[in-house]
């Protein structure tokens, strides 16, 4: 009689099947999330209502009643408006976007001299791309050129009154151009003066942490809006005649400051987060205090604090439109000061320039945001919850 | 040019700190080459930003003037555009040569702040717009008792409404904004009658109306707001040029002397062109003043007489449309009025 071993072993997996029908497809979706529960449903119903009341109106005024081109106010008002359009039209005047593109863009810089702030552009984005994709290469070298490099250059070429490149005083300058190179510069400065000021809190050596302590209780103190109206209005006064400061420097020295020290707060709350043992690690291994915080405190900080850096480099983005209390126009503020030509005055013009504004300042913050989370998750070893 | 809180009476405690340059402002100006000018941020027929980024209006076209009385070339200026705020610490700083940026002209300004105004470019003053839909048959700010009148907040006008009112015995209900933006589309949303504010100001609110042929302004002015150019104190000559700059701008509209016929002018036979252009002989005005005796040309070559200024960036050249009204000249029942050059 032979006996027979039961006992069997699987050796490959079952394949998978697939998942019924009721929890697959457009149904399952809709009926988990749109439509799970009378309170889901009457919600559901309320949002569709809505979308449905506010969106074909938005789609009509944003592109199908828009005027895209054209010379003056006529192509953008009513014939009771002293127009060309009929009568009850309402819809968006891109043509007087279009008609102010340039100054939108760089303010008042001499049309023959604009190549200059586009070059400088095309430097920044060849610049900054590479640096943002993780693959690659040269990290090292790209981060000197984009931070050391590209301000140099940025400098000589959009100031000029050097290598034969005519003077374009920053009192030309507007736009999107201001906007760009205040945040860049506030960016820079902001993040390593933070870290050395959060490092400076935190530190032993007492003086040295009165200072840093000082000066970020000060700036935060007091609002930028007030540094700003203060450099503007009475610094002039207080220096000799004639002597002017010039205001974009002023601003950018101001900026740069105030980030400075929000920043240094946003560094600290990740350092606090660090356990005592990573520090006393570091210490047994005989590392010095730049290396332990170097290799061992700061990568690790600094990652859990992407999305407050990131909150306050956004917030920066936004601040740099307070620059038109000292009579500096950015994005938002050459968008409001053509308002004022009565060429393009009709009740829609308003609406136009400013959704404009609020386009172009939501492009920036989002990719901000959206990078900053693409971060999060590349860094985000050994933490997924 | 309303607002004259708290900005105003800063700059005036502080106002003597401001010492008075050394050297001359005519040298200053002629050494750098260029008139720096202090200008509106953005003031429809004023100073404005055409689509090219150039400077337009009457403010930005007298410094020009000067530009050219000076230097002889209208484009040898800088503008500074200056918040109402940051407007006469600019002058005071020596920042700005000029402050050419729609300012009243008072007593206090004068005095207090160290300014000299040279004299008044603009005769503005408040005044209202109705909706002649909703109030048919008001063609007098006096029939307005009652009405809902919307007017911003914290401003001169707002008092100016207030005393109107008052002296003539009506009654009325203030809608009141703090933005002028607010104060826009509340009018034009039709939650008050009238609007009040300067008058010059509301022919560029018509304009941003939905239907502005159903608005009318009326023609009481409640308020004088004289606007024009001013210089710092304790430079005569600076003072003589920038004042005469205007004068010769009327004089040039007075005797006919336009931007098209300057050439042809400079050879006329009435005596009193020929002196204005400098075309007399061993003339000494313009050199007397501090400029070349050809001063006058320069400046209507490059700006055109005080008429076409005017019916070029705010009259009916300009999408604003405002009747000279006052500010015709004196031979034709307005107030400008130029002293002769002679």
């Given at each position: 009689m032979q006996e027979h071993d039961m006992s069997w072993v699987r050796t490959e997996m079952a394949l998978a099947q697939a998942a019924p029908s009721s929890e697959r497809g457009l149904g399952a979706w809709v009926r988990k999330n749109l439509i799970a529960s009378t309170g889901d449903t009457i919600l559901t119903i309320i949002g569709i209502v809505l979308v449905a009341m506010i969106l074909p109106q938005i789609v009509n005024w944003a592109f199908i009643n828009a005027q895209w081109t054209g010379p003056d106010r006529t192509v953008c008002a009513t014939v009771a408006q002293g127009g060309i359009q009929p009568d009850g039209w309402t819809g968006a005047c891109w043509a007087f976007v279009n008609a102010k593109f340039g100054q939108f863009m760089?303010?008042?810089?001499p049309l023959e001299e604009r190549w200059r702030p586009i070059l400088v552009a095309i430097l920044f984005v060849a610049l900054l791309v590479p640096l943002l994709i993780p693959r690659v290469p040269r990290k090292g070298l790209n981060a000197i050129l984009l931070f050391f490099a590209l301000p140099v250059v940025a400098f000589v070429l959009l100031l000029?009154?050097?290598?034969?490149l005519p003077y374009v005083e920053t009192p030309l300058w507007g736009g999107l151009l201001v906007t760009l190179s205040l945040s860049f510069v506030g960016i820079a400065v902001s993040l390593p003066v933070g870290i050395v000021l959060a490092l400076g809190r935190r530190s032993n050596m007492p003086i040295v942490k009165l200072l840093c302590v000082i000066f970020i209780e000060t700036v935060r103190g007091i609002p930028l809006i007030t540094v700003l109206f203060f450099a503007s209005v009475m610094l002039p006064l207080f220096l000799?005649?004639?002597v002017s400061f010039d205001k974009f420097l002023r601003a950018l020295i101001g900026v740069s400051l105030f980030a400075a020290a929000y920043m240094a707060e946003v560094v600290r709350g990740g350092l606090q987060a660090i356990p005592k043992g990573q520090y006393e690690g570091a210490d047994s291994l005989g590392l010095s205090y730049w290396q332990k915080m170097g290799l061992v405190v700061m990568p690790q900080a600094l990652k859990l604090v992407i999305p407050g850096i990131v909150n306050t480099f956004i917030g920066m983005f936004k601040d740099t439109s307070l620059v038109i209390v000292i009579s500096m126009f950015d994005l938002l503020g050459i968008v409001k000061q053509n308002f004022s030509d009565a060429s393009w005055a009709t009740p829609q013009t308003a609406r136009s320039g400013l959704v404009f504004a609020a386009f172009i300042f939501w492009l920036f913050c989002f990719g901000m945001s959206r990078y900053s989370m693409y971060t999060e998750r590349r860094l985000d070893t050994g933490h997924k919850r | 040019m309303k607002h004259i809180a708290i900005g105003v009476l800063g700059a005036a405690a502080f106002?003597?700190?401001?010492?008075?340059?050394?050297?001359?402002t005519l040298d200053d100006v002629k050494a750098k080459g260029f008139i720096q000018c202090g200008t509106n941020t953005g003031l429809a027929g004023f100073a404005a930003p055409d689509d090219k980024g150039e400077w337009k209006g009457i403010d930005v076209d007298f410094c020009r003037a000067v530009a050219a009385a000076v230097f002889g070339d209208g484009t040898k200026v800088k503008f500074t555009p200056l918040s109402a705020k940051e407007r006469f610490t600019a002058l005071q700083s020596g920042e700005?040569?000029?402050?050419?940026?729609n300012t009243t002209w008072t007593i206090n300004r004068d005095t207090a702040l160290g300014l000299n105004f040279v004299g008044v470019t603009y005769y503005d003053g408040q005044g209202f717009m109705i909706n002649a839909k909703k109030l048919p048959g008001v063609n007098s700010a006096l029939q307005l008792s009652g009405a809902a009148v919307c007017v911003q907040s914290g401003t001169t006008t707002e008092l100016n409404l207030a005393d109107y009112f008052k002296a003539n015995k009506m009654e009325y209900n203030p809608v009141v904004f703090e933005k002028l933006d607010e104060v826009n589309a509340a009018y034009d949303a039709g939650r008050c009658d009238v609007y009040t504010t300067d008058q010059s100001g509301l022919y560029g609110i018509r304009l941003t109306l939905s239907a502005p042929a159903d608005h009318v302004v009326l023609p009481e002015i409640i308020s004088k707001e004289p606007l024009g150019p001013a210089v710092r104190q304790g430079d005569d000559q600076w003072y003589h040029i920038v004042k005469w700059t205007y004068f010769a701008l009327l004089q040039a509209e007075e005797l006919g002397i336009t931007q098209a016929n300057v050439d042809e002018m400079k050879n006329s036979d009435n005596p009193e062109i020929k002196r204005v252009l400098g075309q007399e002989a061993d003339t000494k005005i313009g050199t007397d003043l501090g400029v070349s005796n050809d001063w006058v040309v320069n400046i209507v070559k490059a700006v055109g007489n005080y008429g076409e200024m005017f019916e070029r960036n705010v009259g009916s050249g300009s999408p604003l449309k405002i009747a000279r009204g006052i500010n015709a000249l004196w031979t034709k029942g307005g107030l400008q009025y130029a002293p002769p050059i002679r």
């Amino acid at each position: 009689m032979q006996e027979h071993d039961m006992s069997w072993v699987r050796t490959e997996m079952a394949l998978a099947q697939a998942a019924p029908s009721s929890e697959r497809g457009l149904g399952a979706w809709v009926r988990k999330n749109l439509i799970a529960s009378t309170g889901d449903t009457i919600l559901t119903i309320i949002g569709i209502v809505l979308v449905a009341m506010i969106l074909p109106q938005i789609v009509n005024w944003a592109f199908i009643n828009a005027q895209w081109t054209g010379p003056d106010r006529t192509v953008c008002a009513t014939v009771a408006q002293g127009g060309i359009q009929p009568d009850g039209w309402t819809g968006a005047c891109w043509a007087f976007v279009n008609a102010k593109f340039g100054q939108f863009m760089f303010g008042r810089y001499p049309l023959e001299e604009r190549w200059r702030p586009i070059l400088v552009a095309i430097l920044f984005v060849a610049l900054l791309v590479p640096l943002l994709i993780p693959r690659v290469p040269r990290k090292g070298l790209n981060a000197i050129l984009l931070f050391f490099a590209l301000p140099v250059v940025a400098f000589v070429l959009l100031l000029g009154g050097m290598f034969g490149l005519p003077y374009v005083e920053t009192p030309l300058w507007g736009g999107l151009l201001v906007t760009l190179s205040l945040s860049f510069v506030g960016i820079a400065v902001s993040l390593p003066v933070g870290i050395v000021l959060a490092l400076g809190r935190r530190s032993n050596m007492p003086i040295v942490k009165l200072l840093c302590v000082i000066f970020i209780e000060t700036v935060r103190g007091i609002p930028l809006i007030t540094v700003l109206f203060f450099a503007s209005v009475m610094l002039p006064l207080f220096l000799p005649a004639g002597v002017s400061f010039d205001k974009f420097l002023r601003a950018l020295i101001g900026v740069s400051l105030f980030a400075a020290a929000y920043m240094a707060e946003v560094v600290r709350g990740g350092l606090q987060a660090i356990p005592k043992g990573q520090y006393e690690g570091a210490d047994s291994l005989g590392l010095s205090y730049w290396q332990k915080m170097g290799l061992v405190v700061m990568p690790q900080a600094l990652k859990l604090v992407i999305p407050g850096i990131v909150n306050t480099f956004i917030g920066m983005f936004k601040d740099t439109s307070l620059v038109i209390v000292i009579s500096m126009f950015d994005l938002l503020g050459i968008v409001k000061q053509n308002f004022s030509d009565a060429s393009w005055a009709t009740p829609q013009t308003a609406r136009s320039g400013l959704v404009f504004a609020a386009f172009i300042f939501w492009l920036f913050c989002f990719g901000m945001s959206r990078y900053s989370m693409y971060t999060e998750r590349r860094l985000d070893t050994g933490h997924k919850r | 040019m309303k607002h004259i809180a708290i900005g105003v009476l800063g700059a005036a405690a502080f106002g003597f700190a401001a010492s008075a340059a050394s050297a001359s402002t005519l040298d200053d100006v002629k050494a750098k080459g260029f008139i720096q000018c202090g200008t509106n941020t953005g003031l429809a027929g004023f100073a404005a930003p055409d689509d090219k980024g150039e400077w337009k209006g009457i403010d930005v076209d007298f410094c020009r003037a000067v530009a050219a009385a000076v230097f002889g070339d209208g484009t040898k200026v800088k503008f500074t555009p200056l918040s109402a705020k940051e407007r006469f610490t600019a002058l005071q700083s020596g920042e700005v040569d000029i402050l050419s940026r729609n300012t009243t002209w008072t007593i206090n300004r004068d005095t207090a702040l160290g300014l000299n105004f040279v004299g008044v470019t603009y005769y503005d003053g408040q005044g209202f717009m109705i909706n002649a839909k909703k109030l048919p048959g008001v063609n007098s700010a006096l029939q307005l008792s009652g009405a809902a009148v919307c007017v911003q907040s914290g401003t001169t006008t707002e008092l100016n409404l207030a005393d109107y009112f008052k002296a003539n015995k009506m009654e009325y209900n203030p809608v009141v904004f703090e933005k002028l933006d607010e104060v826009n589309a509340a009018y034009d949303a039709g939650r008050c009658d009238v609007y009040t504010t300067d008058q010059s100001g509301l022919y560029g609110i018509r304009l941003t109306l939905s239907a502005p042929a159903d608005h009318v302004v009326l023609p009481e002015i409640i308020s004088k707001e004289p606007l024009g150019p001013a210089v710092r104190q304790g430079d005569d000559q600076w003072y003589h040029i920038v004042k005469w700059t205007y004068f010769a701008l009327l004089q040039a509209e007075e005797l006919g002397i336009t931007q098209a016929n300057v050439d042809e002018m400079k050879n006329s036979d009435n005596p009193e062109i020929k002196r204005v252009l400098g075309q007399e002989a061993d003339t000494k005005i313009g050199t007397d003043l501090g400029v070349s005796n050809d001063w006058v040309v320069n400046i209507v070559k490059a700006v055109g007489n005080y008429g076409e200024m005017f019916e070029r960036n705010v009259g009916s050249g300009s999408p604003l449309k405002i009747a000279r009204g006052i500010n015709a000249l004196w031979t034709k029942g307005g107030l400008q009025y130029a002293p002769p050059i002679r």
